[in-house]
């Protein structure tokens, strides 16, 4: 991405006010038509994502000498000719769509041949930006299904059909309100758009301090501090952020390079950070993108999906907590120095506690009372804007620093996040709309029911490979749209109730970016903790075990996800939660002690036992682990050859000093 200057610093610095105002305005007083809130945000999205995002970042300089350097690759703090000469053309699709809105929400089933040519440079224009953004998976998935839809009669057998001309399939993406303009524009511009911007205004008013301060005084305090401050910190960041990857850079930067001074070899702490990271889009409040995409697919409020969020979000962070617990005492790793866990006075100042508590207490307090998220975000985007700029020295010159440092937030927002999101919802969108009208998503959708023989486990199984095949290299949110467009068919005819259907797809979705070959968060770990990516992503799936494997859980079990009685609730998630031990015990091998291969097998069999939804089971559960327990502490210690670094002896404090 580019870092602009001069006179282009200035106009994406107009047009990052602009969309913000016109984005906080909206949500606090009025609702427009789709295609109208679509035309100006897309507007905006694609405008930033060409003043932005190069041709090819990698012949960028900063200098261009040539001729076809200036044209066709620009610098490293301007555009080229190119990409002002495709903003200009992106931006007058969008342009008509706001003026003649109402026009062509009337004429259905008409069109003029200058309305597909605009359709056209819209979805080519669309597929670049993306592609520019993000690289060429998503491109290629959406042109995929256009394709396919285009040459569906010359496809023979069950996935063939009748097939759709190329001005059916423009006027179908461009002038219907199910195209380009349909849920996920409007959805993006609407909804996501403001808690997109939210999570930067937060860490810029000194929300993300007050997380890391808390991370520091509570999990500096345990065993494996260092790790579990990284755990406690991606949690806290990724309810605000919804991206694993900026969560990976933003906490990463700083408990990586901790971890690793304190003994962690690099690819266990890049792991740790990676597994945690991946886990802060499905923690409520602010989950990823994909989760409200889920409220508008279902048709049901944010707030149902967020509560039943919780108790699989706590049962991930216990298990990855769980696991850098084993991983630490089987390497030797204890407490964070004490001069580095900061003191409660110097945590719950005041200031702190008011920048932290309020602007997320009152975005919960906004959604228990079902008012629209937008509305929500909006209103809590005022609340922080309003304390940070009163919370501190009232003069001129100081309250104008922070309202820079607000301004910043923005800008940071949209550059680094909302600008490509709103350009790859818009094009996804468009492989959505052919998936509808080819009715592949019917066809996967019995393939997998067959395959499966209506055996709903094989029919699970299938599903989440599916989901994990098609988020390699895309971001959740992509992934999530299409998998859940293409399979959710399959699990509704399997009786799998919507919304635990929905978020076992999401689930899987978000675990593509842990799982080899193509894992995001893992790639982005291991480049700021310099470990060899594969030990690291294999690493991170035993730490992040807990999202392998309680989808399936969810999908027998109603307690998971909130509904039920409440002593039910409360009964199975605690058990849940106690299973992460043995469960990471079992993977990691050592417990008490190093495990036996018997006793790693007690373990995990035990904990997944009480994961069961079944009480019989969970006794049975229960009562493996004691056996495992029980041959912990009377058989003879197993000697571990090559702990780096050593184990404390028996009479050292539970912690390793800084190396001198």
């Known amino acids: 991405m580019r870092e602009l200057t001069g006179v282009w610093k200035v106009i994406s610095a ?47 300089s900063t200098q261009p000498t040539s001729w076809r350097d200036k044209i066709l690759y620009g610098a490293k703090d301007s555009p080229s000719w190119l990409d002002i000469f495709l903003l200009i053309i992106a931006v007058i699709p969008c342009i008509y769509i706001m003026i003649a809105w109402e026009d062509v929400a009337r004429a259905v089933g008409h069109y003029e041949d200058y309305q597909l040519l605009m359709g056209a440079v819209l979805a080519v224009l669309l597929l670049e ?14 042109l995929f299904f256009l394709i396919y839809a285009l040459v569906g009669q010359y496809i023979p057998g069950f996935f063939g059909h009748s097939g759709f001309s190329f001005p059916e399939i423009l006027y179908q993406i461009y002038l219907m309100t199910e195209g380009i ?11 996501i758009a403001l808690f997109v911007i939210f999570g930067p205004v937060l860490f810029a008013v000194g929300v993300g301090k007050g997380f890391m301060d808390i991370a520091q005084f509570t999990g ?19 309810m605000l952020s919804g991206s694993a990857v900026a969560n990976v850079a933003t906490t990463g930067a700083f408990t990586i390079p901790t971890m690793k001074r304190l003994g962690y070899r690099p690819e266990l702490a890049g792991a740790i950070e990676a597994s945690a990271s991946s886990g802060g889009q499905i923690m409520p409040p602010i989950m990823g993108a994909g989760a409200f995409v889920m409220a508008e697919f ?102 104008w620093e922070r309202i820079k440092i607000i301004a910043e937030a923005y800008y940071s927002g949209v550059a680094s996040a909302l600008a490509w ?16 009208l080819t009715g592949f998503g019917v066809k996967i959708s019995e393939v997998i029911i067959s395959l499966a023989g209506f055996n709903i486990i094989l029919a699970l199984f299938a599903t989440m490979i599916t989901a994990m095949i098609l988020g390699m290299g895309m971001t959740t949110t992509a992934a999530y749209i299409i998998a859940a467009a293409v399979l959710t068919p399959a699990l509704a005819a399997l009786g799998v109730p919507a919304l635990a259907g929905h978020l076992f797809i999401f689930y899987y979705a978000i675990l593509s970016g842990l799982t080899p070959p193509v894992c995001i968060a893992v790639f982005t770990a291991s480049a700021i903790s310099g470990g060899q990516w594969l030990k690291l992503a294999w690493i991170s799936i035993r730490l992040s075990i807990a999202a392998y494997v309680i989808p399936y859980f969810f999908i027998f079990e109603p307690a998971f996800l909130m ?39 007690l373990f995990l069999c035990g904990g997944l036992g009480m994961l069961h939804p079944s009480w019989s089971t969970d006794l049975i559960g229960v009562a493996l682990v004691v056996l495992g327990l029980i041959s912990q502490n009377f058989f003879p210690p197993i000697p571990v050859i090559g702990i780096r670094p050593a184990s404390p002896q028996k009479n050292e404090p539970d912690k390793i000093r800084p190396p001198t």
Request: glycine share 8%; charged share 10%.
């Open 298 to 399: 279902l048709n049901i409020s944010y707030l149902r999906v967020m509560v039943a969020a919780i108790i699989p979000a706590i049962i991930y962070f216990a298990g990855v907590w769980a696991g850098v617990y084993v991983a630490a005492k089987r390497h030797g790793l204890g407490k964070l120095p004490p001069e580095l866990v900061p003191k409660a006075r110097e945590v719950f100042t005041l200031r702190q506690v008011m920048m932290v508590f309020i602007p997320i207490g009152f975005l919960i307090y906004l959604l228990v009372l079902y008012l629209p998220p937008q509305l929500c975000a909006a209103w809590a985007l005022v609340i922080a804007m309003a304390l940070f700029i009163i919370a501190g020295p009232l003069s001129p010159r100081a309250i």
């Open 563 to 601: 509904q039920g009685p409440s002593l039910e609730i409360v009964g199975k998630a605690l058990l849940a939660i106690m299973a992460m031990f043995p469960i990471e015990a079992g993977i990691m091998g050592h417990f008490l002690k190093p495990t036996t291969i018997l006793e790693r097998f």
């Open 14 to 60: 107009v047009l990052v006010g602009s969309w913000s105002i016109f984005l906080v305005y909206t949500a606090l007083t009025v609702a427009l038509h789709p295609l109208l809130q679509g035309g100006i945000s897309l507007a905006f999205g694609l405008a930033m994502v060409f003043l932005l995002y190069p041709l090819d970042k990698n012949r960028l």
């Open 421 to 436: 999101l709103m350009v790859m919802m818009s094009c996804v969108q468009m492989a959505v709309t052919m998936i509808s």
């Open 181 to 191: 303009w349909g849920l996920l524009t409007d959805l993006t511009s609407r909804v």
């Open 129 to 142: 930006g993306t592609r520019r953004a993000l690289g060429n998976s998503v491109p290629l998935v959406v």
């Open 220 to 238: 500096g305090r345990t065993t494996g501090g260092a790790g579990q401050i990284a755990v406690l910190s991606s949690a806290f960041f990724g």
